[in-house]
């Protein structure tokens, strides 16, 4: 999607525009629905202009309600402004009604089909914008503007870089538990856009976005035989990395793009190996007694955290990136599995097995070890491009059943995404361009 010149109503170019800072994140902040210039059918799945602006707002309010951090009231309770007040708000009515912080927009169809939306934040107290921005894209994305909307006012007033606008790999799951058809599927942030990109005739697992968020990593299962395939998001086309006899798990990519770690088990034991993403021979890491396995690498791609079994049960390790300066983190009772290393570099997430199995976070050092979940079967642990909120997938007791839940790193907000399967393994990608 690109940034429009258009971002305000009179087609002027409209650049990020920042006055003033927020240092309270528990603002209120409201969302009347956007306003049109005309209410004319459009080419979305929305509808006309009219109601194209009503489900934007909704769209923003729900990305900023779900984070925990704002109180935003939505357009449902609110009176919709008319075009001329998107940028000369009425802040006395506003006041009246405690509001902090107002976000206010439009939408206008373009000739040919196109869709321009604004947005604008201000702070009522202060009378003042606080940042501004507009975007011309296809029908298809309208929901992307709004993503990038919410991410605007998140970014602004959190301080916090933005997440919204990226999409989920997961694997959706049918059938009964003992045996479950998994496809590889995609969907936005928020589990809007759900398209399946495998047809669910061979098992798909652990999938993981390229850095350049254009492919999908993901471990197959035909038949008994693993594979290991590229995906290519543009031309919805595969490529076959590697085939083996032997088992393989886990593959992960380098943050450059380059390398993909993976798993192989050959005669009971499995290590760890990287590979050229573009295919060549792999490169052993690990060669210890038991089971090395998982590995995701630090955000400047010096060191792999990963699980062993080495001491006698699952723990969590790091090693350099060439396999080298091994040496166990975890040492919290109970077992500890699935690293995942945070974007920010300063923390690890993890699965900790103490009876139940709990979304845990660490320092790389292997200490500060909070726990973010306290449910029966929680594991696998995927975290947001700001590396602020994670995904997880959670087992019911008894049924079998999986869904993606997400939390963020003060554990207080806990959701389910709403999947139209069962899903498991979620994989979030970076935020897009």
């Not at 001329?84 to 009246?96: C, I, K, L, M, R």
């Not at 912080?101 to 934040?121: K, S």
Request: glycine share 10%.
């Amino acid at each position: 999607m690109a940034q429009d010149a258009a971002g305000q109503p009179s087609g002027t170019p409209v650049q990020e525009d920042v006055v003033g800072t927020l240092e309270d994140s528990d603002a209120k902040i409201a969302i009347p629905a956007f306003a049109t210039n005309a209410d004319v059918p459009t080419q979305t799945s929305a509808g006309s202009t009219s109601a194209l602006g009503m489900a934007v707002s909704n769209v923003i309010y729900g990305d900023l309600k779900n984070n925990g951090l704002f109180k935003p009231v939505g357009p449902g309770s609110l009176p919709r402004p008319g075009l001329a007040q998107v940028q000369a708000p009425d802040y006395g009515s506003w006041q009246s009604r405690s509001t902090d912080m107002l976000l206010q927009g439009y939408v206008r169809a373009e000739p040919g089909g196109n869709i321009t939306v604004g947005c604008y934040l201000y702070d009522v107290d202060l009378g003042e914008r606080v940042a501004s921005a507009g975007w011309t894209l296809p029908p298809s994305d309208w929901r992307r503007a709004a993503h990038k909307c919410a991410d605007m006012v998140y970014s602004r007033l959190s301080g916090e870089n933005p997440f919204f606008d990226s999409r989920i790999a997961y694997i959706a799951e049918t059938g009964p538990k003992n045996r479950r058809m998994k496809q590889l599927a995609i969907m936005d942030s928020d589990g809007a856009n759900h398209r399946y990109l495998t047809t669910g005739q061979s098992t798909a697992l652990t999938p993981r976005f390229s850095p350049d968020y254009k492919q999908i990593l993901y471990l197959s299962y035909f038949n008994g035989q693993p594979r290991i395939y590229i995906y290519d998001l543009a031309t919805s086309s595969q490529r076959l990395l590697l085939q083996a006899k032997n088992p393989l798990f886990a593959p992960r990519w380098s943050p450059d793009g380059r390398w993909i770690l993976y798993s192989m088990a050959i005669g009971g034991n499995t290590d760890i190996y990287k590979m050229p993403s573009a295919g060549g021979a792999p490169v052993k890491l690990t060669d210890t007694p038991g089971i090395d396995i998982g590995g995701s690498f630090s955000p400047d791609g010096s060191q792999i955290v990963f699980e062993s079994d080495r001491s006698g049960s699952q723990q969590v390790y790091l090693m350099n990136a060439d396999g080298t300066a091994q040496k166990r983190i975890s040492f919290f009772g109970g077992r500890s599995a699935t690293p995942e290393w945070s974007p920010r570099g300063d923390q690890i997430a993890f699965t900790h097995i103490a009876g139940n199995f709990r979304i845990a976070v660490m320092d790389p050092a292997g200490g500060n070890l909070r726990y973010l979940t306290d449910s029966w079967q929680d594991e696998a642990p995927t975290w947001a491009p700001n590396g602020r909120v994670i995904q997880f997938f959670r087992t019911a007791r008894g049924s079998g059943k999986t869904g993606i839940w997400q939390v963020d790193l003060t554990g207080k907000n806990e959701r389910k995404l709403d999947t139209p399967v069962d899903g498991s393994d979620p994989a979030w990608g970076p935020i897009r361009p």
